[in-house]
């Protein structure tokens, strides 16, 4: 099965606007083996929401419109599709009377165009908002299905999970494909896939997909069947790959890594303490955008200047002025000093050249130390980091809190 | 003038991949008042490609294509449009020279699929790639132009700059559009649209977008033509909005907001510490995304845990225990302490109910608590944030250092 999205809606046309409905609507689509033939934003204007929606028939057997549906002025996605199929549009009296309820509740006046959201295209399925007052609708034509569906994600995103999951499964009559995914850290990109690239190939039938943003890799392996057989060849393939990349691999669930290496603190009664140098607090910030964080993060000394590093973590002034700020004496003693400081299992620090100011030939943009003590004693790892100034700090951090989680699971 | 973009890549129609090439590329098409009609999104298919650029053809006046130019067995751009044109395809001599100097220099070998990229079609300009080795071209047909620009954007973004953007303004034969932009912070887009809208609707001449994110809205006016008197007509409106929103406004030159409170600081020679319980870092990592901000930034603490707040910031523990951590009198401690500690000019505290658990009938998800030590004395500032757990810390590190900006330009 093929489908097509047309995205409804002048803003999105406009500089700065993003369409982002379509990457959630793919997600769901791909989970019932539907594949997505081609996308298209188009303004919103009738004449061109219905020649979209008749040359995408010709290709497609499912068809996502997006927005348009509510009672503005211009949103005509209803009208242009009904005018496109030819078929009437009746005012539903469920909805109507859901509509006047939910209007009165907010002191509006019901308008005609507000009113519109009522009407439901001949021989629609209409599908519940429970976020807004524009249902969404599927139709069925020529043998093909097509959704009708609202623009703003708040609306949408629930809609998704809630009801257009079973109705693509009903269409695709099918279960949601056999998939497995795996987050890893600590190796790049082109790395990576030399490494695996045997591995997968040798299985054709699965799709593996390798998805990389600035320190951490996702892969997806997806088969279009499910059933008994299918997940024992999808976990015969994701173990040969655990097995390759061994603990660069830190879930199989799609988690964040503070939330991994937060776990595993958790788990063993441990608490974390943090000294942040060039990073600033963005890996106090990881760690802490895991709700619950609290039970193993104690805080931590966020030591941009000097001063700071010697005042408050004890760090030597002679080691500052002999070996710099970023160096190996330094990054122990700024953890191992945190961690004394707040009295914790643990100590992680960071200290490098961010730039894209402040690099020399000895120690260039991208050299960052990262310093762990801990109940095992103290250690250093040297690491030079490629990207610019945001892509540098986020690696430090991710490589910082990898080392923790490395250590725990050793 | 009107414009479409078609994007190619199959990769882009799969989960997970967004196509984020047609929003750098609007961005220069309203530069000159060149409106994007529709954008699509197609795969590597010659058929779909020359269907798609037959169809643009009928519409709009130029058709931007990215991607599909590299030296894969999939790429087929060129030939797509060259063969839906009806014109060949020519090997340019110096291209290729250039081609073979540079896989030479990474020893790769210069298959034919590689030599395509030295390929022009027919009448095509060159557009010379300076990050790559696929150039992009330029073509005239039936009074319209279509371009042929690579797909990775570490190739596009620059070739927009350095080349595309001149040859828009050739084709619109005009200058840039006049426009003006202002960020503003502390208010809520429904709001802000309340206070200025009578404003920005008296000059129906001037297309005033607002762009929210959280924490911080972006202004932008635009006017399609550019000279002494549009740019007299936009100072006035800017003027008239800056009036009325005062200190809400903090840039007009789309900096960020770290970026204006820390010139402030070193306009002054002040320098500044940061105490943090629920944004766990978040402020400490938005200052110190601005390079250069180790001339102000001293670093801070991140209290997540109470002893810390105690232990670090000599917060009292009976102000815990009585008022709790988010409270005025631990925020204001926190920031002295911070001060103190640290030996700045200035202290600057967050603590609050990030959520999603933790929040009571007494204090809910969203209570913030800063706090101000400076020069002037120490303050305290309650508010209510909306939003989960990631737009609340956000909301409460933007809110902080706008409280510091407005003590200093007060």
Redesign the interface.
């Known amino acids: 099965m093929q489908a097509e999205i047309i995205a409804v809606g002048s803003e999105m ?6 369409e982002s409905n379509s ?1 959630a609507i ?2 769901y689509l ?1 989970r019932f083996g539907i ?9 919103d204007d009738a004449a ?1 929401i219905g020649e979209a929606l008749a040359q995408a028939l010709e290709r497609a057997d499912v068809i996502v419109l997006t927005g348009g549906l509510g009672p503005t002025n211009d949103d005509c996605t209803r009208e242009a599709v009904a005018e496109r199929l030819g078929r009437g549009l009746e005012e539903n009296p469920q909805l109507l009377a859901a509509l006047i309820k939910q209007y009165r509740r907010f002191k509006i006046h019901l308008s005609d165009n507000n009113r519109r959201q009522a009407h439901v295209i001949a021989g629609a399925q209409v599908i519940p908002n429970n976020r807004g007052t524009a249902p969404g609708l599927l139709l069925q034509e020529q043998g093909k299905s097509i959704f009708l569906l609202p623009g703003p994600p708040r609306e949408l995103l629930p809609m998704l999970e809630e009801a257009v999951e079973s109705l693509l499964a009903q269409l695709a009559n099918r279960l949601p494909r056999a998939e497995r995914q795996l987050q890893v850290v600590g190796l790049a990109e082109s790395r990576l896939d030399q490494e695996i690239e045997d591995i997968y190939l040798s299985y054709p039938d699965i799709e593996t ?1 390798v ?1 990389s943003s600035t320190g951490v890799i ?1 892969l ?1 392996f997806i088969l279009q069947e499910n059933g008994d057989a299918q997940a024992h060849r999808l976990d015969e393939l994701v173990g040969r790959i655990r097995e390759k990349l061994g603990p660069a691999v830190f879930s199989d669930r799609g988690e964040q890594l503070a939330e991994v290496t937060g776990r595993l603190l958790a788990q063993r009664g441990w608490s974390l303490a ?1 000294a ?1 140098s ?8 990881m ?3 895991v ?4 039970t193993y ?9 000097n ?2 590093k010697t ?2 973590l004890g760090v030597k002034e002679s080691d500052l002025l002999q070996g710099g700020a970023v160096s190996e004496p330094v990054a122990r003693q700024m953890a191992v000093g945190v961690q004394a ?3 914790t299992d643990w100590g992680l620090a960071i200290t490098g050249v ?4 402040g690099g020399t030939a000895e120690k260039p943009v991208g050299l960052v130390y990262l310093g762990l003590s801990g109940p095992f004693g103290s250690e250093v790892r040297k690491l030079q980091l490629p990207g610019d ?2 892509a540098i ?1 986020r690696r430090a951090a991710y490589s910082a809190l990898d080392l923790l989680r490395r250590r725990i699971i050793q």
Request: hydrophobic share 35%.
């Open positions: 046309l406009s500089f700065g606007r993003e990457l793919t997600q791909t594949r997505l033939g081609r996308k298209l934003v188009v303004p061109q997909t998805l996702s997806h943090v942040e060039c990073t600033g607090g963005m890996m106090g910030a760690i802490t955008d709700s619950g964080s609290s993060f104690a805080g931590g000394v966020l030591c941009y200047s001063s700071v005042r408050l400081q707040l009295g961010a730039g894209p100011t100034r945001m700090r």
